[in-house]
């Protein structure tokens, strides 16, 4: 078995005798994949005599195998179906880490003064340079069980991880990172590839879901408004990078997934401060990430953009946690037809994580796996109760009406299958009607009067106070009465702010606070069998594109009373469900692309895990199918 293993050390620097060299891990290509090699070895073994030399090694490093058995008897059938098992299952291995093999015992040992585990391994293209039972060894010294999987080993028996490196192509992450003792580090490593750097990830095989930790292996991105310990937050401005030191804990959110077993794989971009920006226009202090779905120049929308763009692109990555609080995972989500949730406000705390408006923002994922999704749902919204009953009736808000178009036949298509699948009836919902018939005794007869500056008063009375007068009196402190770069977006934003009064803030929560009220009481009743009265339906995405080439006007402030607002004014859940996908022409490639088509879904306020219920059952229906990384929600090439 030929195998071509290159390496390249990282991380040696120093002068003369007072240096201070330290190793920060190694770069290794085996058969023309690249590995990153951590500094520190898991464990040593004390591995047979003279193997270990005789096998192809680059810097010391030998590729390794280590396996579980129960079989006294590990045949070379056994072998060859766990190698095969193994390459189907985790995208770190390959056969050339098979070359080492390293056998475990795991099953009961019959009584008796002789160890009975006699593997019987017959392949030139193996060797097999170690065994270990639980009651006892043979050929090293130690009785504890590696977790299954790719490793390297030196001469030594260092074993070491193996952690794959793959490249950040559409410029999702702002910091690849790698686990540091309790705390995080930036990943020392690089591969080729113009403004795109390495991603690590660990094998799947070294860890393995339980109650206790349901999340186990499962591979996180991490917007970078979230604290890591160890790690700097930017929230997507360079000047915060440089000013503030790294985070000494992780936030609350981030800490729940992280003790569930979920491993952090690098801090991903947001728009700065978390502020509606768009790609080519907005952008200043960092690139826009590239959305990969079409012709990939299609605006990824924001403020997670990063964790939308990841997902959309990469199929090594499961799960990235975002923020929403006017639409910052849903917008992302819907772009890039993926699941995507702004959970019922309040569910999680928000601790470590840089606010916009505490009374809207919101944390939540995006994701591509459903159940996943849910999972991690039940992890980090602690104490929700996940219903199994669901509403008998639907209502629309702006769905069309006749199928004018590919995608609207696909909408109107599910909301039949919907409709059958729940037993429910659909009514449309013209909610500016209903308020005005329905509204509170005194309160403004307009719907989007009573909310129109609401939102914008609530994002930049809060965010200034909470953010920018902090920010520029610690960055004016340093440097001279100085103040920092920020992009247009934010500023503009502020600046509407500080054109108003303080009272206005205390308006703008009552108006929200009149609006939720109502809301619950005439649109999304909770329910004691089904959470939620109804089910609220309404168009994410309908393959309509939104090319990032353009020059656009200077950023505005984002008045107004939309679908999307209904969230955040009533604090409901709201998710986001790929359909499909549908042709769109481009002015890119000159070609038709499909680009994803989109439904929103909402439930009264804490039926999160109605939703995540009602979403895994219609999957498992066919009603809704997942979506995969690539160019089209069925995969493919992603241009560039």
Same mark, same amino acid.
């Given at each position: 078995?030929?195998?071509?293993?290159?390496?390249?050390?990282?991380?040696?620097?120093?002068?003369?005798?007072?240096?201070?060299?330290?190793?920060?891990?190694?770069?290794?290509?085996?058969?023309?994949?690249?590995?990153?090699?951590?500094?520190?070895?898991?464990?040593?073994?004390?591995?047979?005599?003279?193997?270990?030399?005789?096998?192809?090694?680059?810097?010391?490093?030998?590729?390794?195998?280590?396996?579980?058995?129960?079989?006294?008897?590990?045949?070379?059938?056994?072998?060859?179906?766990?190698?095969?098992?193994?390459?189907?299952?985790?995208?770190?291995?390959?056969?050339?880490?098979?070359?080492?093999?390293?056998?475990?015992?795991?099953?009961?040992?019959?009584?008796?003064?002789?160890?009975?585990?006699?593997?019987?391994?017959?392949?030139?293209?193996?060797?097999?340079?170690?065994?270990?039972?639980?009651?006892?060894?043979?050929?090293?010294?130690?009785?504890?069980?590696?977790?299954?999987?790719?490793?390297?080993?030196?001469?030594?028996?260092?074993?070491?991880?193996?952690?794959?490196?793959?490249?950040?192509?559409?410029?999702?992450?702002?910091?690849?990172?790698?686990?540091?003792?309790?705390?995080?580090?930036?990943?020392?490593?690089?591969?080729?590839?113009?403004?795109?750097?390495?991603?690590?990830?660990?094998?799947?095989?070294?860890?393995?879901?339980?109650?206790?930790?349901?999340?186990?292996?499962?591979?996180?991105?991490?917007?970078?408004?979230?604290?890591?310990?160890?790690?700097?937050?930017?929230?997507?401005?360079?000047?915060?990078?440089?000013?503030?030191?790294?985070?000494?804990?992780?936030?609350?959110?981030?800490?729940?997934?992280?003790?569930?077993?979920?491993?952090?794989?690098?801090?991903?971009?947001?728009?700065?401060?978390?502020?509606?920006?768009?790609?080519?226009?907005?952008?200043?202090?960092?690139?826009?990430?590239?959305?990969?779905?079409?012709?990939?120049?299609?605006?990824?929308?924001?403020?997670?953009?990063?964790?939308?763009?990841?997902?959309?692109?990469?199929?090594?990555?499961?799960?990235?946690?975002?923020?929403?609080?006017?639409?910052?995972?849903?917008?992302?989500?819907?772009?890039?037809?993926?699941?995507?949730?702004?959970?019922?406000?309040?569910?999680?705390?928000?601790?470590?994580?840089?606010?916009?408006?505490?009374?809207?923002?919101?944390?939540?994922?995006?994701?591509?796996?459903?159940?996943?999704?849910?999972?991690?749902?039940?992890?980090?919204?602690?104490?929700?109760?996940?219903?199994?009953?669901?509403?008998?009736?639907?209502?629309?808000?702006?769905?069309?009406?006749?199928?004018?178009?590919?995608?609207?036949?696909?909408?109107?298509?599910?909301?039949?299958?919907?409709?059958?699948?729940?037993?429910?009836?659909?009514?449309?919902?013209?909610?500016?009607?209903?308020?005005?018939?329905?509204?509170?005794?005194?309160?403004?007869?307009?719907?989007?009067?009573?909310?129109?500056?609401?939102?914008?008063?609530?994002?930049?009375?809060?965010?200034?106070?909470?953010?920018?007068?902090?920010?520029?009196?610690?960055?004016?402190?340093?440097?001279?009465?100085?103040?920092?770069?920020?992009?247009?977006?934010?500023?503009?934003?502020?600046?509407?702010?500080?054109?108003?009064?303080?009272?206005? +803030?205390?308006? !703008?929560?009552? /108006?929200? @606070? #009149?609006? $939720?009220?109502?809301?619950?009481?005439? *649109?999304? %009743?909770?329910?004691?069998?089904?959470?939620?009265?109804?089910?609220?339906?309404?168009?994410?995405?309908?393959?309509?594109?939104?090319?990032?080439?353009?020059?656009?006007?200077?950023?505005?402030?984002?008045?107004?009373?939309?679908?999307?607002?209904?969230?955040?004014?009533?604090?409901?859940?709201?998710?986001?469900?790929? +359909?499909?996908? !549908?042709?769109? /022409?481009? @002015? #890119?490639? $000159?070609?038709?692309?499909?680009?994803? *088509?989109? %439904?929103?879904?909402?439930?009264?306020?804490?039926?999160?895990?109605?939703?995540?219920?009602?979403?895994?059952?219609?999957?498992?229906?066919?009603?809704?199918?997942?979506?995969?990384?690539?160019?089209?929600?069925?995969?493919?090439?992603?241009?560039?």
């Amino acid at each position: 078995m030929a195998k071509s293993l290159v390496v390249s050390l990282l991380g040696f620097a120093g002068l003369a005798a007072a240096s201070n060299l330290v190793s920060t891990g190694s770069t290794l290509t085996v058969n023309d994949i690249p590995y990153y090699v951590p500094a520190a070895p898991l464990t040593t073994l004390s591995v047979r005599n003279g193997l270990l030399r005789s096998l192809p090694s680059a810097a010391g490093f030998v590729p390794l195998t280590v396996i579980s058995t129960t079989s006294l008897t590990f045949s070379q059938a056994s072998l060859e179906s766990v190698i095969s098992n193994f390459t189907a299952s985790d995208d770190v291995f390959q056969s050339a880490f098979a070359e080492a093999v390293y056998l475990q015992y795991t099953g009961a040992l019959p009584a008796g003064p002789k160890n009975p585990f006699k593997p019987h391994m017959k392949n030139a293209n193996s060797t097999l340079i170690g065994t270990s039972t639980s009651q006892g060894t043979n050929g090293t010294n130690s009785t504890s069980v590696l977790p299954q999987g790719p490793y390297f080993i030196t001469a030594t028996g260092a074993v070491y991880q193996a952690w794959r490196l793959y490249s950040d192509f559409a410029g999702a992450f702002t910091q690849p990172l790698i686990p540091s003792g309790d705390k995080y580090a930036p990943l020392p490593a690089a591969i080729a590839g113009i403004e795109s750097p390495a991603v690590a990830v660990p094998s799947r095989l070294y860890d393995k879901s339980s109650a206790a930790k349901p999340l186990a292996g499962v591979r996180l991105g991490v917007k970078d408004i979230y604290d890591v310990a160890g790690v700097k937050t930017s929230d997507g401005n360079r000047a915060i990078y440089s000013l503030y030191p790294p985070k000494t804990k992780n936030a609350v959110a981030v800490q729940l997934l992280v003790d569930a077993g979920a491993v952090i794989v690098g801090k991903m971009k947001t728009s700065q401060f978390a502020n509606g920006e768009m790609a080519t226009a907005d952008w200043v202090d960092y690139h826009s990430p590239f959305n990969p779905r079409g012709d990939g120049y299609n605006d990824p929308s924001s403020s997670s953009s990063g964790p939308g763009a990841a997902m959309g692109s990469y199929p090594w990555l499961d799960l990235t946690i975002g923020s929403d609080t006017g639409g910052s995972i849903r917008g992302p989500s819907q772009v890039q037809g993926l699941f995507g949730n702004r959970p019922s406000h309040g569910l999680v705390s928000l601790e470590g994580v840089m606010p916009l408006a505490p009374e809207l923002d919101t944390a939540g994922f995006l994701t591509r796996d459903p159940v996943i999704w849910a999972t991690a749902g039940s992890v980090l919204y602690q104490g929700l109760e996940f219903y199994t009953e669901y509403p008998k009736s639907i209502q629309t808000l702006s769905f069309p009406q006749t199928s004018r178009s590919p995608a609207d036949t696909m909408v109107l298509d599910f909301l039949a299958k919907l409709e059958s699948f729940l037993g429910a009836k659909t009514t449309a919902l013209n909610i500016t009607s209903l308020w005005s018939s329905t509204k509170p005794a005194n309160a403004d007869p307009s719907l989007t009067d009573l909310l129109n500056i609401t939102y914008p008063i609530l994002i930049s009375k809060e965010q200034v106070n909470l953010v920018r007068t902090p920010f520029y009196e610690a960055y004016g402190a340093v440097h001279d009465g100085r103040l920092p770069f920020v992009d247009p977006a934010p500023l503009v934003r502020w600046g509407f702010g500080d054109s108003y009064p303080e009272s206005v +803030l205390t308006d !703008a929560i009552n /108006n929200k @606070t #009149i609006f $939720m009220d109502w809301f619950s009481s005439n *649109v999304l %009743v909770n329910d004691s069998t089904t959470c939620s009265d109804s089910l609220l339906l309404y168009v994410g995405s309908e393959a309509q594109p939104n090319p990032r080439n353009q020059y656009l006007g200077p950023p505005g402030v984002p008045y107004g009373f939309s679908s999307g607002r209904i969230s955040p004014f009533t604090e409901v859940p709201d998710v986001v469900v790929p +359909l499909g996908q !549908a042709l769109s /022409n481009s @002015t #890119i490639t $000159m070609h038709e692309e499909y680009l994803p *088509v989109t %439904v929103d879904f909402l439930a009264a306020k804490g039926c999160d895990g109605m939703l995540f219920n009602l979403i895994n059952d219609l999957v498992d229906a066919g009603i809704v199918t997942v979506p995969m990384a690539g160019g089209t929600l069925t995969g493919g090439e992603v241009l560039m």
